[in-house]
């Protein structure tokens, strides 16, 4: 995702907060504004953030998935409810300073808005 391993540095490292049963809102973000083929001619990263899931074998193995087909998923060490989105919020920035110091912008969504980047 990010790193000395993904080439040149971020340009903008776009973090969408979802939760686990959100697996429909990625899918479209990644289909419209989150299309990676829309910002070819910049280093721009999509990742979504996520805490973990509580006693749901089925929507665990669903996220496996779905992270290794997209490799745009960040699971935080935290039950994702309502009640922890500013833990959310703080951890993201934190997961961003450890592992994409290279982005030179970050952009914070929600899985339910919608982004025009056009300009």
């Given at each position: 995702m990010c790193g000395p391993?993904?080439g040149?540095?971020?340009?903008?490292?776009?973090?969408v907060?979802?939760?686990?049963?959100n697996?429909?809102?990625?899918?479209?973000?990644?289909a419209?504004?989150g299309?990676?083929k829309?910002?070819?001619h910049r280093?721009?990263?999509?990742i979504f953030?996520l805490?973990?899931?509580h006693?749901?074998?089925?929507?665990t193995?669903?996220?496996?998935?779905e992270?290794?087909?997209?490799?745009d998923?960040?699971?935080?060490?935290?039950i994702?409810?309502y009640?922890?989105?500013t833990?959310k919020?703080?951890?993201?920035?934190?997961?961003?300073s450890?592992?994409c110091?290279n982005?030179?912008f970050?952009?914070?969504?929600?899985?339910?808005?919608?982004?025009?980047l056009?300009?």
């Amino acid at each position: 995702m990010c790193g000395p391993d993904s080439g040149r540095d971020v340009f903008l490292l776009m973090y969408v907060q979802s939760a686990p049963e959100n697996a429909a809102r990625r899918n479209l973000i990644r289909a419209t504004w989150g299309d990676r083929k829309l910002y070819a001619h910049r280093n721009i990263r999509l990742i979504f953030v996520l805490g973990t899931v509580h006693s749901n074998p089925a929507l665990t193995h669903m996220l496996v998935y779905e992270s290794n087909t997209y490799n745009d998923i960040v699971q935080l060490t935290f039950i994702d409810n309502y009640r922890n989105i500013t833990y959310k919020a703080i951890s993201a920035l934190k997961w961003v300073s450890l592992y994409c110091r290279n982005a030179k912008f970050v952009l914070k969504s929600d899985d339910d808005i919608l982004v025009n980047l056009s300009r």
